[in-house]
């Protein structure tokens, strides 16, 4: 399998940009939270050749084939790959022998490389196991799990916050209707419960009725949500004075945490009715742009992947706190 041709990194020029103030320093540190198939590490390799990579990913699938791709790129010896989530990014840093990061980036949500795994299952247009687990080889809980053995109540909540599935009752309704003669164990059988669960006046609109159902069952399975939370603040706080934390988000459950965990770095801790804004006080951070930013046309024509994203970018203005 070729890394090369499984993953076109999304936004890769705009990505590179904001992080060049960070990574054309002598001897930066750059970590990619969120491996997949190098493309980003890859260019930003290329673009600053005083950068070593620490990559992280959970899959040891991809960071095999990553390995691949970065040696035969020629950037042996300026890489060093770590296997652990990457909410873990200072025990990442220390086993790379680093102390801070001077680049940081994180592109969520899934790789291209376990999209186009069938066997994962993580596509609904494919006839797969209902696994979706992101570390095979280490978690436990797979969707099946999930749709065999949760209640009612827990499936359509997962439904609702994870997927946000206005049909969610009756999806799970469904689910724990049907398994009670046969279990759900592959794709097909979960994709046909839920569209006879949404009304047929609804099934047309908003892509295919099985893409919230699925997204949700994937981020509860590898607790998604859980991990990006711990890792916006272990991120923020292993960024070198003058480093830049760059994400890119596909929904809006995950770009909301990024933007509120944004918002709230970059704003001043002084007490409300205070007439002067003291030193003490003032944010560790700033934004490098306002708002987020979104892929160009031309992009989203040739990658439909990057329809969707939401890109935003944080640096740090102050030393970090020594703990």
């Known amino acids: 399998m070729d890394a090369s041709q499984l993953h076109a990194p999304v936004m890769r020029e705009e990505c590179l940009e904001l992080l060049r103030p960070a990574l054309e320093r002598e001897e930066s540190t750059y970590v990619d939270c969120t491996l997949g ?41 300026r890489f060093t790959l770590v296997h652990t989530t990457y909410d873990r ?3 990442a840093l220390a086993h790379a022998g680093r102390d801070r990061a001077d680049g940081i980036l994180m592109d969520l949500g899934l790789s291209s490389f376990q999209i186009d795994t069938r066997e994962r299952g993580f596509a609904y247009s494919a006839d797969a196991p209902l696994d979706m687990r992101m570390n095979p080889d280490g978690d436990a809980l797979t969707a099946a799990d999930i749709l065999n053995t949760w209640s009612e109540q827990d499936i359509a909540n997962i439904l609702y916050r994870y997927g946000e599935e206005k049909f969610s009752r009756r999806i799970a309704r ?16 979960l994709v046909s419960a839920i569209e006879k669960s949404i009304p047929a006046k609804s099934r047309h609109s908003g892509g295919h009725p ?15 949500l859980d991990i990006l939370h711990d890792a916006l603040d272990n991120a923020l706080a292993a960024l070198a004075p003058g480093g830049r934390l760059v994400i890119e988000a596909y929904h809006s459950l995950e770009d909301r945490m990024v933007k509120e965990t944004f918002t709230a770095a970059s704003s001043s801790k002084a007490p409300e009715g205070l007439p002067v804004d003291l030193a003490q006080f003032a944010p560790d ?33 102050t030393p970090p706190e020594i703990s």
Request: hydrophobic fraction near 40%.
């Open 89 to 91: 990014v200072a025990d």
């Open 174 to 189: 469904t689910i724990v209707k049907e398994r009670a003669s046969e279990p759900f164990e592959r794709s097909p059988q």
């Open 37 to 77: 198939m190098a493309g980003h590490a890859c260019a930003v390799l290329d673009a600053f050749p005083h950068a070593h990579l620490v990559g992280i990913d959970r899959d040891r699938a991809a960071l095999g084939l990553a390995r691949e791709r970065l040696t035969s790129e020629g950037f042996e010896g």
């Open 285 to 317: 951070f700033s934004l490098v742009k306002r708002g987020a930013m979104k892929a160009p046309a031309s992009e989203q024509e040739t990658n439909p992947r990057s329809a969707s994203v939401r890109l935003r970018a944080i640096e740090r203005i």
């Open 210 to 224: 099985a893409k919230r159902t699925f997204q949700a069952l994937r981020i509860a399975v590898n607790e998604e």
